[in-house]
């Protein structure tokens, strides 16, 4: 059975992370409903701006670490100084042993496909070719079943007030950390600075995201050595390209005992009886697939 005991987990009951706005339904009828926040993050690195992100507002030093681990502004042996978070002016300021100086580097960017106009720096997409993921990871067919019922039970932003994405860090039947945010980026680049922060080797981790497995989702996967990405939701082209060229392992569309994978399927194990488990309920597990497939 899986073990269920998120290192890091959702807190709908955040108050500083959704509120309660009054409006009228289809029939004019009075309603109150939650909407999740959102605030600009700016981001420095020492003595530089960097970037503003548009975020719910928690974890912002996983978020600000991560965002410049996945655009290769921090090395694996960097050592972090210092993180400043000013919750008033909306300013994150990492600071590093290490002279930084990425002002050229920031002339030259991609923008991508993920919500609220995410961007990827050029030099990034130049080394994508390099990246080697572990050959040895695997993925078993009951493992998956596991993780889709539990990550999708678990309380959530997203289950609370919707206009949310999730992504959760695995490891074999056990979901680790669960990161939401208004764009999918986000929720990612605070994993991966909760694996830099804590020195958590990729190697043998899956990925599960609710969003759609985009060009963006792949590279930022990839360049965290993270072999297996899982998504409820469906592919675009280019990100099954790149998966493929990297050897990333991508399933898509993974609802209950049902999946398909596109790119290095022979990481996948199948020892799950299919005719032994229900397909996915419906109900909550069903609204949140439909969301996922609607959102931007």
């Known amino acids: 059975m899986a073990d269920t005991s998120f290192l890091v987990r959702p807190d709908p009951d955040d108050p500083k992370l959704s509120q309660e706005v009054d409006g009228v339904d289809q029939d004019g009828n009075p309603v109150t409903t939650r909407v999740v926040t959102e605030k600009p993050l700016t981001l420095y690195l020492n003595r530089q701006e960097i970037v503003t992100m548009m975020t719910i507002g928690d974890y912002p030093d996983l978020l600000a670490v991560g965002y ?34 990425y002002e050229e580097k ?5 923008r991508t496909s993920g ?22 990871a695997t993925i078993r067919t009951s493992w998956l079943h596991a993780l889709t019922k539990a990550i999708n039970t678990e309380p959530s932003l997203y289950l609370a007030a919707g206009a949310i994405h999730g992504c959760v860090l695995c490891e074999e039947d056990r979901p680790l950390v669960y990161m939401e945010d208004v764009g999918r980026h986000n929720a990612v680049d605070k994993i991966a600075g909760w694996m830099f922060m804590n020195r958590v080797s990729p190697d043998n981790k899956i990925f599960y995201t609710t969003g759609r497995l985009t060009s963006e989702m792949v590279i930022k996967t990839a360049m965290m050595g993270i072999p297996i990405l899982v998504s409820r939701s469906g592919f675009t082209a280019w990100g099954v390209d790149l998966a493929r060229k990297v050897g990333l392992t991508l399933i898509g569309r993974a609802r209950g005992k049902r999946f398909v994978a596109l790119s290095a399927r022979q990481r996948i194990v199948y020892d799950l009886d299919t005719q032994t488990v229900d397909d996915e309920d419906t109900g909550r597990g069903k609204r949140r697939s439909e969301a996922a497939e609607a959102g931007p």
């Open 115 to 136: 919500c609220a106009q995410g961007t990827v720096f050029g030099d990034v997409m130049e080394g994508f070719d390099t990246i080697r993921l572990s050959e040895t």
């Open 106 to 110: 920031m002339q030259k960017k991609v």
């Open 68 to 101: 410049l681990r996945n655009q290769h502004m921090l090395s694996p042996d960097d050592a972090i100084t210092d993180i400043d978070y000013d919750d008033e002016l909306d300013v994150v300021v990492v600071r590093t042993e290490r002279e930084t100086d």
